[in-house]
């Protein structure tokens, strides 16, 4: 694998150490997902039902999380090439890394919503009943609806940035203002033809 001024190989030791650390790392993650869920069961009866399913839902998306980052898609960063190297059943099947990093970052968003859900539901049980700001069943929904669209607008988008062939990038080399990273080895991305070329995204900004 060659990559500007760099070249960079990987051995068969190299490969199968990563694998097994990934794996034995994601069979914890998972293990210790299972056992946190198992808990939450048995301590439903000291935690109220809603919070219960809140904390439920958290641990599934942490699951999936974990499930998708060390069996799916194992990320490898390459140094000093400034980028990634992918393996795993994903990968194998030939899916996209495009859409690996859908997934990755709408999980993760949804992990983070539901945890604000889950320190916003702590805060209404706290209150007085009599308090201005407490919140009805209904309102704790529609709060929590709000978070979860907030937080999953963004990185759902990513399904729509765009993505230019070669032709395309050929223009956007010609004619972009960022054409002076192509003077900077270490960004050059080569193609099969040894031609440099830059990928433009547009990334939505979404509060």
Known sequence: MSFANYSISFSHEFETTRIALFGFIGALAVSANVLCMFFTFRQSSALSSEYVKVLLILRILQLVYDTHTCLFFIVAPLFPLKGIFMKGIGAYLGMNAHISLVINLTVLSMICAWFNCCLFHRHQVILPFDHPIKLQPRGIYTVYLI????????????????????????????NSPMAWLLDVPSYKIYTDENCPLIMTFHFPLTL
């Open 147 to 174: 978070m979860n669209i907030v937080m999953i607008v963004n990185p759902l988008s990513f399904i729509f940035t765009t993505k230019n062939d070669q032709e395309e990038q050929r223009t956007i080399i010609a």
